[in-house]
């Protein structure tokens, strides 16, 4: 009695091999999924990112030299040396699945409910300074991300995201190759939204 013969802790989300190697000789580019250290990132209500987990996983969308906008839905890029924003779908295959408007995907959205957007301020544009990342989560509506809580070091990258080796879902596998359901996206109130990250 009172001996603890088995402890544990519940783990949720997808666990993964990271490649932390290759970046070193290949630097990350616009569509890589990378997992960083959330180390000095604030989220938009002043709190460190790290109290609520040591690593995040977003999408790479903004390189220095970049300039970020929203446009009816859509993230506008002018990268370095360029006159013209392009659509973000318009970089390479990456961002497609985003852009299906299918399985719970509907773009990049600016509006994030009651949380203030801060880079770029609604309406406004954002350039992103050298050593500097602009991450997003693909499910945009639902994912807290470079537009509350600003920029990722570059020091901070941990590598690419690699295999999913747990849990033993449709995404298990090689990262980034599961193609969207089939069904058309709906579009949820924000309300769910509000409850899940006013906590």
Same mark, same amino acid.
């Given at each position: 009695?009172?001996?603890?013969? *088995? ?21 990350? +580019?616009?569509?890589?999924? /990378? ?39 859509? /993230? $506008? ?36 409910? $009651?949380?203030?957007? +801060? ?38 990258? *941990? ?15 090689? *990262? ?18 509000? *409850? $899940?990250? +006013?906590?």
């Amino acid at each position: 009695p009172g001996e603890t013969i *088995v402890d544990g802790y519940l783990s949720l989300g997808d666990h993964l091999f990271v490649d932390r190697i290759s970046h070193f000789f290949s630097d990350v +580019k616009r569509g890589d999924v /990378l997992v960083f250290a959330t180390d000095g990132i604030k989220s938009y209500d002043g709190r460190k990112l790290s109290d609520t987990g040591a690593y995040y996983i977003k999408r790479l969308v903004g390189i220095p030299g970049d300039t970020i906008k929203f446009t009816d839905g859509q /993230l $506008m890029i002018r990268p370095a040396g360029e006159k013209e924003f392009r659509p973000a779908k318009s970089f390479g295959p990456e961002f497609e699945r985003i852009y299906s408007f299918k399985g719970g995907y509907h773009g990049h959205q600016e509006d994030l409910g $009651m949380i203030p957007i +801060k880079y770029p301020q609604s309406g406004g544009e954002f350039t992103v300074p050298k050593d500097y990342y602009y991450m997003l989560g693909d499910n945009s509506r639902f994912s807290l991300d470079s537009r509350a809580w600003g920029l990722v070091p570059r020091k901070n990258i *941990v590598g690419r995201a690699g295999v999913i080796f747990w849990p033993f879902s449709r995404r298990w596998g090689k *990262v980034d190759t599961t193609p969207a359901l089939e069904v058309p996206t709906g579009m949820p109130s924000f309300s769910t939204f509000d *409850v $899940m990250y +006013k906590q």
